[in-house]
């Protein structure tokens, strides 16, 4: 069998009581760190809770060797640990469809995610539109795909969650200040009138901790305002309900 558990967001004491039973009883313990990464707590202390060896995965070993994974649990119970929740990520969900195709049975324990935790800022679930991914831009490759989905989302008065680029092997963590420039950047080249320093935005940092840092102001007031250190995420507000409007004004921090 193959399962595939959420860690949860921040530290080793996110995992679920079934994550810690099924990675203590497997024959093999895999995790991948790429899609996210936890911050507050270490591979060895993840070990030291379960009492086990895990055997960290590259990008490559899950995206493009999956398959050996798969193929390993047809006679041993495999555990794959992931940050926040298995199904998030579009390279678990190939890694379910390829246990199905070979006839492997895979089960999936869930875990908080990002997308569960943007709720402590008050703002409502059900009214975030599409997830917009914000890339360290390299020469040449300055990709334009957030902006677009933030317009479409603000049109429709729906709220934005931006995350931010991770380069786990660089141990690179983009911060909401360099987010919040490429943002910038991205109206000084389409000049749509999408975003501006005047815009309001929230800031949501170590998402999962039990201090997480959530504040709300313009982004002129926030663009180099030190929220800590990793991980951030970025949320571009639609049209707030008043209760909405409530929770940002005393859940959030205000800057200035």
Same mark, same amino acid.
């Given at each position: 069998?193959?399962?595939? +558990?959420?860690?949860?967001?921040?530290?080793?004491?996110?995992?679920?009581?079934?994550?810690?039973?099924?990675?203590?009883?497997?024959?093999k313990v895999?995790?991948?760190f790429y899609t996210a990464a936890l911050t507050g707590t270490t591979l060895d202390r993840i070990e030291g809770v379960i009492g086990r060896k895990i055997i960290p995965l590259t990008r490559e070993d899950v995206e493009y060797r999956g398959y050996k994974l798969v193929e390993e649990s047809r006679d041993k119970l495999v555990v794959l640990l992931t940050?926040?929740?298995?199904?998030?990520a579009t390279?678990?969900?190939?890694?379910?469809?390829?246990?199905?195709?070979?006839?492997?049975?895979?089960?999936?324990?869930? +875990?908080?995610?990002?997308?569960?935790?943007?709720?402590?800022t008050g703002l409502q679930i059900y009214k975030f539109g599409r997830t917009a991914s914000i890339v360290f831009p390299e020469p040449n490759y300055f990709p334009e795909t957030p902006y677009n989905v933030i317009r479409d989302n603000l049109k429709m008065g729906?709220?934005?969650?931006?995350?931010?680029?991770?380069?786990?092997?660089?141990?690179?963590?983009?911060s909401a200040n360099e987010g919040l420039k490429i943002l910038l950047e991205l109206e000084n080249r389409r000049k749509e009138n999408v975003l501006n320093?005047?815009?309001?935005?929230?800031?949501?940092?170590?998402?999962?901790s039990l201090k997480p840092k959530?504040?709300?102001?313009?982004?002129?007031?926030l663009i180099d305002y030190d929220f800590g250190?990793?991980?951030?995420?970025?949320?571009?507000?639609?049209?707030?309900?008043?209760?909405?409007?409530? +929770?940002l004004k005393y859940i959030c921090e205000h800057v200035p």
């Open positions: 069998m193959l399962i595939l +558990a959420g860690l949860g967001l921040y530290d080793e004491r996110d995992m679920t009581l079934k994550t810690l039973e099924y990675a203590r009883k497997a024959d895999y995790a991948e940050v926040g929740d298995p199904m998030v390279t678990h969900i190939d890694l379910v469809i390829e246990a199905k195709k070979r006839g492997v049975d895979v089960r999936v324990i869930n +875990a908080p995610s990002i997308y569960s935790a943007v709720g402590i729906l709220h934005t969650l931006c995350l931010l680029d991770i380069q786990s092997d660089k141990n690179r963590f983009m320093e005047d815009s309001k935005v929230v800031v949501l940092a170590r998402a999962g959530i504040v709300y102001g313009k982004i002129r007031d250190p990793p991980l951030h995420s970025i949320i571009i507000p639609g049209k707030l309900h008043f209760m909405e409007e409530e +929770a």
